[in-house]
DNA sequence: CGCCGACACTTGTCTGATAACCTGACTTGT
DNA sequence: ACAAGTCAGGTTATCAGACAAGTGTCGGCG
């Protein structure tokens, strides 16, 4: 297995080391249905010579993908790819995969819907919960993203910090991890509405204003009111010619 | 490194491989703090020596802790343990680790408390948008529950495919995939909550057939109101010292 | 026809070596 | 004295070749 010294690694793909280079060669393989659940992979050897690297990357990087839940390696027989129920949907690794390949859109709708689901009485639980310094942080970011109205670059992550802050209100420690994996594939959403939906900023901060009042008067009801408000517009969105755009945007 | 025959190889776990046993291994020492978040975990070298395999095992071990978000490898560098909000807590092996550990008594409750939020909405959703062999599939299930009312070990694997089915009937993918990943930890929670909750199965089967009912009635409100009694007495839930019984029971 | 063992194939593990990289201490020039 | 460059040691990344341990298949044998 020589090395001829110039040759493009795997795929030139931007990645730090030849294993996590293969394993996400792999993973999008995988999602594009090269590989399809039940199918074998091709042998460790194999991978090995067709992608010119050692066993022992290869090793790294079908493990890699195993703790995905996107194969199944059992010593003797070959790794198979596996169902797509036992694959790990939230890992941040798929979904990163999943935003370059372009194949949310059918992922995104959902993803958004979760989020509406998850958010909208998160709101009403950080209504009953949230202590005295979870509020005056909201409320400070509030006041920040007051003065960054106008600056989509410096509103956007404020937004996102309020969100946060809102989860952490709650109490439930599990609510701003979920999101935090999931934030991958949101940004991309975030991209996506901000071109269907130019109003944006201005309606956007008011809505947040009445999500904060509603918490600090401890109105559960009222939070739920207002998140609903702020994420409906999500419910009866079609992304598909937006995402086809972006798709080819960034492949162009 | 020569290999006495008869020493227990890592910890007498039962597991598959080496690289895997010795990659659980790691993440408990990580949970239970032995390693915290920032220090360095010991050079590859030394945990194989420790452990008595060779470095590609421990190679192989770390990649699959470096997957979970549990740490951070750079060359060069030690690979040090990161900051928790790095970590998968949803991925199946982090959640499994801590099932066994029993250090889940602080998320147990989080755990469920998100199950609520999530599924009473989702009930809603069902009841909005169940196709027609979407409530067949429910009926014949409870159907079958019904039959089994009485067998504890009959009645559960129903009960799971039961609440399975109804997020299915959302229509959003990611609903039963999600609940798929928390199964590990739930069916944990399903046995202390047998312990805490002795009537159970009769009133639980009213209020599966309540849900089946509002879905096919499609009324969202009533299978949220169903769905909210039927998870409602998780919520003052104190698992604290039945997960100590369960724990000492396990390891005694 | 069914059981069973030889055999090829594949994954799991071991060993030892080299390359790439990082850190911190040391040197050097100003 | 201080800043910048240099170097050595340690650590991860990768390579190569070998052997061990499972799995499945395909004969032959009862």
Redesign the interface.
């Known amino acids: 297995m020589t090395r001829p010294p110039p040759v493009q690694p795997i795929g030139a793909i931007r990645g730090?080391?030849l294993?996590n280079q293969l394993a996400t060669e792999l993973v999008k393989d995988i999602l594009q249905a090269r590989y399809r659940p039940g199918d074998a992979l091709p042998t460790e050897e194999d991978l090995a010579r067709r992608y010119d690297v050692s066993r022992?990357v290869v090793?790294?990087a079908v493990?890699?993908v195993s703790?995905?839940?996107l194969t199944d390696r059992?010593?003797g027989r070959n790794t198979h790819v596996s169902s797509p129920?036992e694959?790990?949907?939230?890992?941040?690794?798929l979904l990163r995969a999943r935003a370059e390949l372009g194949i949310v859109e059918d992922?995104l709708v959902?993803?958004l819907?979760?989020r509406r689901?998850?958010e909208?009485?998160?709101a009403a639980?950080a209504a009953e919960r949230a202590t005295d310094p979870d509020i005056q942080r909201l409320q400070e970011i509030l006041a920040q993203m007051d003065a960054a109205v106008g600056k989509r670059q410096d509103y956007t992550p404020l937004d996102v910090a309020f969100h946060d802050a809102m989860l952490q209100a709650t109490g439930?420690?599990?609510?701003p991890?979920?999101f935090?994996?999931l934030r991958p594939v949101l940004e991309f959403a975030r991209e996506v509405s901000a071109m269907t939906r130019p109003d944006a900023l201005v309606t956007s901060q008011r809505e947040h204003a009445a999500i904060c009042q509603a918490i600090a008067d401890r109105s559960p009801q009222a939070a739920r009111a207002a998140m609903s408000q702020h994420l409906s517009w999500t419910a009866n969105l079609d992304f598909s010619e937006r995402i086809a755009e972006l798709t080819r945007r960034r492949q162009g």
């Open positions: 730090t080391t294993s022992a090793r790294e493990q890699a703790m995905l839940g059992r010593q129920t694959w790990n949907d939230f890992a941040p690794e992922v959902e993803l819907e979760l689901l998850v909208v009485e998160a639980l439930n420690h599990l609510l991890r979920l935090a994996q």
